[in-house]
């Protein structure tokens, strides 16, 4: 339980950071309070999260040939796909996560998926010492 909720603050913070570095990517409402800022990060990071874990490997897995083909780099387009979803969804529970185009979903994928790996790994080494 512990671990999942780890991921998920790792995620929310990961999403924060690539919306302030990215100007195609727009994560909450800028006007509103801290605390509505802050919910509405938390709560895109959980539905992220649920793309993560239902949607994403059965989409991994249909792609799996042309992710060999490409030598993995399909992996950043199925990123940017679970990015859109999850904006979707986010529209759908009057949450504001938007993409002004593919190409920022993808670069929020890479940078997204770089920076949770980096915590991530400080983390485990920090858990295995």
Known sequence: MLRVLGHLVVSALALWV???????MHLGDDAAPLTTQALT???????????DALVRPVVKLLTWPIT?????????????????????????ASL???????????AAGA????????????????AAE
Do not use: H, K, R, Y
Not at 41 to 51: E, F, M, N, R, T
């Open 18 to 24: 690539t919306s302030i570095i990215l100007p195609g």
């Open 41 to 51: 990060v938390l709560g895109v990071a959980v539905i992220l999260s649920l793309v």
């Open 68 to 92: 060999c083909v490409t030598l993995g780099l399909f992996l950043l387009v199925v990123n940017a796909l679970m990015l859109l979803l999850t904006s979707w969804i986010a529209a759908q």
């Open 96 to 106: 504001t996560l938007s993409f002004d185009s593919f190409w920022w979903a993808l």
């Open 111 to 126: 940078i997204i998926g770089l920076l949770t790996s980096i915590v991530e790994a400080m983390v485990d080494a920090d």
